[in-house]
């Protein structure tokens, strides 16, 4: 019998493509709603889907939920690694791409901001999500310790000053999507670029 022309189009997508419509209907509903918010019948609303597709993929909303936070976790790395790898081969110039990254979209962003605090708010009370939060936030230092180790910091100092940069990045980008008016991210770029100077004695 032939589809009825009303059948969402998302129904003959292949399955990875499926879960990714289910995953970004997800990350606008929490930036909408918040976590309290996202239920299996709104995100499927959402995602134009029937209610049973989430948890035939997922197996229920706190997987969808977890699955959206590893996949936003992964666009965002993926700007960061492609501003890197626009900069060239210069450490200095790596180093500063990877940081100033956050203040230019798609990671200056609202809507962004709005997903990651459905995530920070789910922290305290899911302890998946609090692993995920962990890893992710090692993951991103780890690689500040690598691009200031390139740049001639030593060892000993690099954990200390990458906590300090991550600290210093978070709370830009947090003031800098939240009140894009008080400053620009041009100057958010240069405070940053002003403060890796003071730890690469460049």
């Not at 970004?24 to 134009?48: F, H, Q, Y």
């Not at 302890?127 to 230092?141: C, G, L």
């Not at 800098?176 to 405070?191: D, H, V, W």
């Amino acid at each position: 019998m032939r589809e009825q022309a009303s059948s969402p189009a998302f129904r003959r997508a292949e399955p990875d493509a499926r879960r990714l419509s289910l995953i970004e209907a997800c990350a606008r509903v929490l930036a909408k709603n918040g976590p309290t918010g996202a239920s299996v019948r709104v995100i499927a609303l959402e995602a134009g889907v029937s209610a049973g597709l989430v948890g035939h993929y997922f197996g229920g909303v706190d997987a969808l939920v977890a699955a959206t936070y590893d996949h936003v976790d992964a666009q965002v790395s993926k700007a960061l690694d492609n501003a890197v790898a626009t900069a060239g081969a210069v450490p200095h110039a790596r180093l500063e791409a990877f940081v100033t990254a956050s203040f230019t979209p798609p990671i200056a962003d609202p809507a962004l901001l709005a997903t990651w605090i459905a995530f920070w708010s789910l922290v305290t009370t899911r302890k998946d999500i609090a692993r995920q939060h962990d890893e992710q936030y090692a993951a991103y230092r780890a690689r500040l310790e690598t691009l200031l180790g390139d740049c001639g910091v030593p060892k000993a100092d690099q954990r200390l000053h990458a906590i300090a940069v991550t600290a210093m990045v978070d709370g830009l980008w947090l003031e800098l999507c939240l009140s894009p008016g008080c400053f620009s991210g041009g100057e958010a770029r240069e405070i940053a670029r002003r403060f890796l100077a003071t730890i690469t004695g460049r």
